[in-house]
């Protein structure tokens, strides 16, 4: 498991956060989404490689860039 790191100066609020959830549903390697909307930072739990992850978010034009990506044993649990 992987977990990947994107700054996105544009999301703001509760509304991009959904627009980035369906823009992602479809990516079968993406096990956890973790938003930090005041921090405007999204963490990808992921299997595979970020290209497609990348990709869709920057098909958003919310101004999103890559941070980093580490190794993780497990996905954080919902509270």
Known sequence: MKKSTFKIT???CSSEEQ???M???DIG???WLDFDIPNRTL???HE???SEIDD???SLNLNSSFETTKKVIDIP???
């Open 10 to 12: 544009q999301m703001d």
């Open 19 to 21: 627009l980035i959830r």
């Open 23 to 25: 823009k992602l549903e």
């Open 29 to 31: 390697t993406i096990q």
């Open 43 to 45: 963490s990808v739990y």
């Open 48 to 50: 595979e490689g970020i």
């Open 56 to 58: 869709a978010l920057n």
């Open 77 to 79: 649990s919902s509270n």
